[in-house]
């Protein structure tokens, strides 16, 4: 499009719709667009090259590997690291600011730390678990972000602080341990995080991919911290998922596209999964028994953290936005606080207060995106009403033709709704 609209131009000059001044303009634009376009399609296969590099040595070592003497594999192993090394003093002292050099050495980099150590540990034959490896090799990587500026070296440090949380917490024998050196990792990358992109308002790929892995690990990780706390800790994840919301509708965080506003889209899956989960009423008559007390108080206090910061939160954005710039999934975490006391002693109950809370924030949802007039916000909505079916379907005792008919309205309401939003956006044009 922009190429014919180019050649265009000096038909355009000639017959006097514009003037010379104005195709300059035009032209400059799209010749600036085209040039950021490859610049990110450049940055893209450098990283792609950089990692095949890494994985193509690798293969070739392993080939003749069992040949090769323990001095030999030794240097083999370091030889990646020192280029990796020199490449980066190379960007800093000349220097080199282009994004796909930096990104590319980057990505090497982090490769080269990881053969490395497994190198010099297997020559050596040092002992250590999977989740030991991949700590080191991650708080090793953690200076290049700094150095570098790396988008993609924020994105495979946040990758391997989750595995190794995964790997200590949940894939381990006994999966008892709380990872705390996953919190400590994250504490030394979100410095990065907040000083590239969300202090200059730099709402670019990187900042979108980051932000998607920063959420989901957070998502995966906090119930490391769980332990012997039972069902209790899901205030913890429903406060989060309502601070997550909140940080998706403040101007630091929110994004032009919803997709690309993951703390919103994730903050808001999580409230309405947390809820369905809590709308059966085995969720309220299940405990576990505790067997720990140090952990259980561990538990104990992240819940009673991320509750009150909440809280703070949401008094402050309440202050400078009032109850109709608030999202209602923001406030969440209080309903679900208050209906916990209760549904603990009456599980019946609870179970019924949280079902009407799905379909209020359904209902709220449907006309949120009406009003905005986004088909997306509208069917989620709906979707929410029929995951809340769905969800009776399997604990109601209600007849297969009563559960058809509500299927049926459902589906009613999905072409309805879909339909006359469009037919008035249709008279609007």
Known sequence: MSKHLLRALPELVAAGIIDNETAERIRLHYEQKDGASSNRLFIVFGILGALLVGLGIVLILAHNWDDLSRI?????????????????GWLILKPIEDRAWREGVGA????????????VSQAYNMGGSLADFLLTWTVLSVPIIYVLGSGIVVMLCLGGATWYACELSYFSYLGTDAAPMYWVLLATIVPYYYRAFLLPQRKNNFYVLISWMFVISLSICLATVAENTGRLFMIA???????FV?????DMFKTGRVLSNSFLVVGSLGVISI??????????????????????????????????????VLF??????????????????????AIYFIAVQTPLAGAWLI??????????????????????????????????IVCRFFDTDLSFVLRGLLFI??????FAANYYMIKQRRARS
Not at 108 to 119: K, R, T
Not at 409 to 414: A, D, E, S
């Open 72 to 88: 030999t594999k030794v240097v083999i192993g370091l030889i990646p690291l020192l280029v990796g090394q020199v490449l980066t």
């Open 108 to 119: 090497f980099l982090f490769c080269a730390i990881g053969v490395s150590i497994a190198i």
């Open 237 to 243: 994840y429903m406060s989060m998922y309502s601070l």
């Open 246 to 250: 909140m940080a998706g509708e403040s």
């Open 275 to 312: 809820l369905l989960i809590a709308s059966f009423t085995d969720f309220w008559e299940w405990e576990s028994t505790p067997d720990g007390t140090a952990y259980k108080l561990i538990g104990m206090a992240v819940i009673a953290g991320v509750a009150l910061l909440a809280v703070v």
């Open 316 to 337: 402050r954005q309440f202050q400078s936005k009032g109850w109709g710039g608030m999202n209602t999934k923001a406030f969440s975490f209080l309903f679900f606080i």
């Open 355 to 388: 079902n009407f809370c799905v379909l209020a924030l359904a209902i709220y949802t449907i006309r949120s995106g009406a009003r905005q007039n986004h088909l997306g916000i509208l069917n989620y909505g709906l979707l929410i009403i029929t995951a809340l």
């Open 409 to 414: 309205v459902v589906g009613i309401g999905f």
